[in-house]
């Protein structure tokens, strides 16, 4: 079962990443040394343009935008140039190029990187942990490949809870107890777990239980749908056999015991519901219709609650059992 935590901006706009504790994060050797090679081709590139002086240094960088449903339509591409009459542009140039060199290295090495190992190697180049999520992103979709594939994660946001096996290729089996429950929205290797689980182990459910509040569903969404910012990989992310276990608003508007835990939108809030019913799948046409009705009721009534309101009254555990017995 998901679950979601109270999350801050940063948890929102995106850079989300868990992991297991017992799963190695190092990328496949044969893929390490095509991303390497990428990689020295672009220092080889630079090196080039050093010894002939009347070249400036250049790195291509595609990003996208945060716009609009499709991919091949919403790409930049553009040069970002060494020495430049624009302090902003060299200090761009210069963190691009200390991101791909602190990859390179965790690629050779074997060792994976977290994005905020990244940010404090350097923190004075980086000023802040989303320009390093940023551009991680970017140079990895320039590059053609995963994030994963860079050898660079994120902190772990993701706990899994049971009784697993491996079967290791030399017909080692391996078993693990993990427990399980992201925080904020959900990062990439959370959702390639459940991905891969609902691939392999269709049989088993998957539930989202998250606060009534556009976050909430937001977050029920990226599992489910996948999220714009890494649009071009929701295809190994996705989930849709997720199913929506709540809150939803007959579960606080229905129940007095609830009262207490209602609390109206912020203007952050309303700006993020308004969107979000404005792109897909929340639109009128789009998939998650019962999603837009829920973000309908609460721009309407103007309120949210979090999972914690269902503890007052019966309790938490109580209404679990319910909603579950009921599917």
């Not at 060494?82 to 542009?89: D, G, L, R």
């Not at 295809?235 to 835990?261: A, H, K, M």
Request: proline content about 3%; overall charge negative; charged content about 25%.
């Amino acid at each position: 079962m998901l679950t979601n935590n109270n999350l801050n901006e940063a948890d929102r706009q995106g850079s989300t990443e868990a992991h297991s504790s017992s799963v190695s994060t190092t990328v496949n050797i044969n893929r390490a040394g095509e991303v390497i090679s990428k990689i020295e081709d672009i220092f080889e590139s630079i090196a080039d343009s050093i010894q002939d002086n009347k070249r400036p240094l250049e790195i291509q960088l595609k990003s996208r935008r945060r716009t609009g449903t499709n991919v091949a339509h919403n790409i930049d591409t553009r040069k970002i140039v060494f020495p430049s009459k624009s302090p902003q542009e060299a200090w761009r140039f210069t963190v691009l190029l200390r991101i791909l060199e602190l990859s390179h290295e965790a690629l050779v090495t074997g060792i994976a990187i977290t994005k905020r190992d990244i940010y404090y190697r350097d923190p004075e180049l980086f000023i802040k942990q989303s320009i390093v999520d940023r551009y991680v992103d970017d140079l990895a979709f320039t590059l053609g490949i995963n994030r994963d594939s860079l050898n660079v994660v994120a902190a772990a946001k993701g706990l899994v809870a049971g009784h697993l096996t491996l079967v290791k290729g030399d017909k080692s089996i391996l078993d693990y107890t993990l427990e399980n429950e992201a925080k904020g929205y959900p990062d990439i290797q959370s959702r390639q777990f459940l991905h891969f689980l609902s691939l392999h182990q269709p049989a088993i459910p998957i539930f989202a239980l998250v606060d009534f509040d556009p976050d909430g569903i937001g977050i029920m969404s990226t599992y489910k749908y996948g999220s714009m910012a890494l649009a071009h990989e929701n295809q190994t992310l996705v989930v849709p056999e997720v199913q929506w276990l709540g809150v939803r608003s007959d579960d606080i508007l229905s129940n007095s015991d609830t009262e207490e835990g209602i609390l109206r939108l912020t203007s952050r809030d309303r700006r993020i519901a308004t969107g979000m019913l404005a792109r897909e799948p929340f639109r009128e046409d789009g998939k998650e219709r019962e999603g837009r009705r829920e973000l309908q009721i609460m721009l309407f009534l103007n309120v949210k609650a979090e999972i914690q309101a269902l503890s007052n009254g019966k309790g938490l555990e109580t209404w679990l059992d319910g909603k579950l017995q009921g599917i």
